[in-house]
Structure formats: structure tokens, C-alpha cells
């Protein structure tokens, strides 16, 4: 059973920068897509980042405009979304989720396998 465990949130000023990490265990190959979503109260889930786990391509969603960077260490078996020029209005949830498949999907909905989540927040 893949297993994912968020860490690394919590309170930033505006223009500061947050490191969350992802343990991941359970991983039958390396055929995985693992990805970030955040929600914000009363907003869906919505895409920040996602790499395969075997390395190679990565997305972003448009609202990150370099600002973040999603890296992966399979030795440590762990996903990192390092942030950087935090703005308030990324707040939120923050979850990591996997799923089985080649291709990056922008969709929480192909993501079978979720994390509980770490809280973001950023202040002015």
C-alpha cells in the first residue's frame, strides 16, 4: 500500500520560503507520478507541482512562476516542494499524492493515493 507523509509546513512572512517533504513508502515501481496539491478554504484542490518518480519531466501550475521547485531523492525515498517568495495567497493545504500511471496529470481525481496534509501559511 503506497504511503505518503507531508512535513515542513507552517507560519512564513510574506517573501520568506518554506522546504515541504514528502516520505514515501509502498512503491511497487518507479512508474509513478508524485505531485503537490494545495486547497485553500472554501477552493478546490488545485495543482502546484508534479514530477515522476523516476525522474524526468515536470509541471507546475501557472500560479507558481518560478517560484517553487519540486525535486525528488529516491534514496531517501522523499518528495521535496521547496517555496520560495511566499505571497499570502499561498495558504492552504498542501498535500502530496501519487499516482500510478507514466504521464503528468493536472487532475487530484488520477491521484489515488494521498497524504493528510500539512497547513501553509503565509502572512503579510
Known amino acids: 500500500q503506497v504511503q505518503l507523509v507531508e512535513s515542513g509546513g507552517g507560519l512564513a512572512l510574506a517573501g520568506g520560503s518554506l522546504r515541504l517533504s514528502c516520505a514515501v513508502s509502498?512503491?511497487?515501481?518507479?512508474?509513478?507520478?508524485l505531485g503537490w496539491f494545495r486547497q485553500a478554504p472554501g477552493k478546490e484542490r488545485d495543482i502546484v507541482a508534479a514530477?515522476?518518480?523516476?525522474?524526468?519531466?515536470?509541471y507546475y501550475g501557472d500560479f507558481v512562476e518560478g517560484r517553487f521547485t519540486i525535486s525528488r531523492d529516491a534514496a531517501e525515498d522523499t518528495v521535496y516542494l521547496q517555496m520560495e517568495s511566499l505571497k499570502p495567497e499561498d495558504t492552504g493545504v498542501y498535500y502530496c499524492a501519487a499516482a500510478s500511471a507514466y504521464l503528468i496529470s493536472t487532475l487530484p481525481i488520477n491521484y489515488a493515493y494521498w497524504g493528510q496534509g500539512t497547513q501553509v501559511t503565509v502572512s503579510s
Open positions: 514530477t515522476r518518480w523516476n525522474g524526468g519531466d515536470t
Open positions: 509502498g512503491l511497487t515501481s518507479s512508474r509513478y507520478v
